[in-house]
């Protein structure tokens, strides 16, 4: 039996006679949150919440999600306005000093991010370890993890210096080893980073140039990239950056945090669903064979799920599809690709899906991943790139929440309980006692 007055909800226990109050923790928008931390000494329980779908993990002050609504704050400001009127340095410094900057912060920012974007020549060297076809979210997950061993010296994780100095590092480098990754799969010699280029232009510069001849990078491809990144940049306690949190939350070192966050990244049901989305609309081809994969995705035993639509928290549209999906016409037509049959399809997709009951009940919409491949292919980046673009976005959210939870002097490691249902206390049995 529960009432919730004032600041606290008394939770009582009628089968044990014992009861609790429990402090409402309210934040500045969204739901307030029930601090548990007293149940099990008060009521001797847990709280149950696998996936943690019900479960504020930590206080936050940068991105703000209603899922209900479809509605996306970077430290207050709308995804909306960000995408219309910003751009990736910009967004990447508001999410991590939580302000606007000024013209001259900016300047700064974007020259600290632009002079480190060489990695060291020793650590190029471990992409020869790869096998040409490793798929480049391994390397990219090596070779970060490998930064550690190159920055032994400013790795005081409590000295703020320390923590600014990674954060530009791995800002500025993880393109370069992105692109080295792709190089490597394809047997060419990596590019150097050029100073002289934007942060998503000199991206394509290292994707696409070759040293035997100049290559101009396409400005409307690097605007597309600038907003994808922009759009991909932090998404609250999403499961990489969540992941990020509890393995910096043991004091392990910035770029192993960053490391398990681009393996986390990796899973299909997470950042991996925008390569998985393309191979699914290669599979279903046309539009005449959309009824039959959507059957599929509606019958549990074919484990077949529409990748890209569905979210945790979003159970309206993902207000970032929505602009990916506006961006698709726009730069299509400016690349000369309007008649790109897999946009297309994905549009046919969507209108279909959304008109069907197991979607419209389960509130099933195209999330962040549903378009975005549309775009990255029209760029040009081979569709084993696409969940590494998105790492490379998610390193400044990454960092941003790293940072918000080492700098709280009140961080403790992370450590979740559980409900136990295995067998009780018995005795070792002799193997000749086994039946
Ligand atoms: C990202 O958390 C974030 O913020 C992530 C992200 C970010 O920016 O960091 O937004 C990025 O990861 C986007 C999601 C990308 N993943 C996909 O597109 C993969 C396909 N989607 C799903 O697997 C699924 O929707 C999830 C993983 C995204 C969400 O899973 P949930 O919240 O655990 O939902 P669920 O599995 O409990 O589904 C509820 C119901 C189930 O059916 P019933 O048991 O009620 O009958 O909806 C069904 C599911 O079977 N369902 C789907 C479906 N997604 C959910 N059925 C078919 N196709 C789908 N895509």
């Given amino acids: 039996m ?27 928008i969204g739901p307030a949150g029930l601090d548990i931390a007293t149940l099990p000494k008060e009521l001797g329980v847990f709280t149950y919440d696998p996936g943690f779908g019900a479960t504020a993990a930590c206080e936050s002050r940068i991105t703000y999600i209603d899922g209900e609504a479809g509605v996306l704050l970077y430290r207050g400001y709308p995804i909306e306005q960000l995408a219309e009127r910003s751009d990736f340095m910009e967004v990447a410094y508001l999410l991590l000093i939580g302000e606007l900057p000024t013209a001259k912060q900016l300047t700064e920012f974007t020259a600290n991010i ?34 550690s061993a190159f920055y032994h010296d400013t790795m005081d994780i409590h000295n703020p210096r320390h923590r600014e100095i990674f954060a530009h590092r791995i800002i500025a480098k993880i393109p370069t080893i992105a692109a080295a990754a792709h190089k490597h799969s394809l047997g060419q010699p990596v590019i150097y980073p050029r100073n002289d280029l934007s942060y998503t232009a000199n991206m394509l510069h290292m994707l ?26 932090d998404h609250e306690q999403n499961a990489s950056t969540s992941t990020v949190r509890l393995a910096g939350s043991t004091g392990a070192n910035p770029y192993a945090a960053i490391s398990a966050g681009v393996s986390a990244l990796w899973g299909p049901a997470h950042g991996g669903a925008n390569e998985a989305v393309l191979a699914m609309l290669e599979q279903i081809g046309t539009a005449d064979n959309i009824p039959k994969f959507l059957a599929m995705a509606k019958d549990k035993s074919s484990h077949f799920r529409l990748m890209g639509f569905g979210h945790r928290v979003y159970k309206n549209f993902d207000p970032r599809a929505q602009i990916i999906r506006a961006m698709c016409h726009k730069v299509l037509a400016r690349l000369g690709r309007s008649d790109n049959p897999l946009f297309e399809l994905a549009l046919r997709l969507e209108e279909i ?3 069907d009951e197991y979607f419209i009940e389960r509130k099933l919409y195209p999330n962040v ?42 961080m403790r490691i992370g450590r979740p309980r559980q409900l136990y249902t295995g067998p009780t206390r018995r005795d070792y049995l002799e193997v000749k006692q086994r039946r």
């Fill in 2 to 28: 529960t009432e919730r007055s004032g600041k606290t909800v008394q939770l009582s226990d009628p089968a044990s006679g014992r009861s609790a109050a429990l402090p409402l923790r309210t934040g500045t």
């Fill in 114 to 147: 632009r002079y480190h974007t060489m990695i060291n020549e020793w650590l190029k060297r471990f992409f020869e370890g790869f096998h040409h076809n490793a798929h480049p979210m391994a390397m990219v997950s090596g070779v970060v993890a490998s930064m």
């Fill in 208 to 233: 696409f140039a070759v040293p035997c001849e100049p290559y101009e990078v396409d400005p409307v491809a690097a605007a597309a990239l600038d907003l994808l990144f922009v759009l991909h940049a």
């Fill in 353 to 355: 899906a959304l008109q």
């Fill in 369 to 410: 991943d549903f378009y975005s491949g549309v775009i990255y292919s029209a760029i040009g980046i081979p569709r084993s790139m696409f969940t590494v673009m998105f790492a490379i976005a998610r390193t400044v959210g990454w960092v941003a929440h790293w940072q918000e939870m080492i700098s709280d002097p009140a």
